[in-house]
């Protein structure tokens, strides 16, 4: 669906087609909000569909990277991050992948992991830990990375609800519940309540759900694969 099919499909949920009581600008800021929850319920399940990489300029020995004005900030020079799903060590002339740095889950828990088997895929047992809008690292970094992350959506509703063909992202067959969830801040704004509307808002999100536990990569959810000694424990 496209931002305009979407749009009036959330006029039909509340009953006004007509914009009596909701007007353009309201649709978009209901359909922005909306989008941000669809948006944080699909990368909670697969980052990967709306993961963005960076690969800053290779760094010469250092601690730690000051991404500030780069992904965040108020004016940064990439998409804005939400979140840093992984970092990874590459040959910068192929490209291919030398190891993934591990996340730390804090700054006491930074130092090297030294007791992990790994020695080949985690490179060379680093760990990575964002810090406000710095990344700090428990050794030096001399080999190029690449950062991934989820960006903030960067769709313009305003603008897609007045043109045709807006694209908003490849999970096509789940966009009624970004107009189910629009419909729902319609509703609070009105100080009212729809059951059925929460519902069918209910069964969706939980068919998204599953779309991803049984994965978009073919049938690759029918095989179990032994994958343990892939990551540290």
Known sequence: MYVNQVGNLVRQLVDD????FLSQARLASFLELAYLQFNSQVTQQAPEVYE???TPPTPSGVYELD???VLFGSNPTQRRCQRITRIIAIDPGSGQLIGILQPAASFETLNPNTSSSMQLRIYPNLRWWLDGRKVRFSGAITQTIQIWYIPDPNIDW?????TS???IDDL???????ALKAAQFYYVADGASNAKLDSMLAIRSAELDQYFANTRSGRGSRYVLDETGEFPR
């Open 165 to 167: 063909n807006t694209y």
């Open 172 to 178: 096509t067959q789940f966009h009624d519940i970004i």
């Open 17 to 20: 087609p007509n914009q009596v």
């Open 67 to 69: 991404l500030d004005g």
């Open 158 to 162: 305003a603008l897609g609800l007045t």
């Open 52 to 54: 963005v990489v960076y």
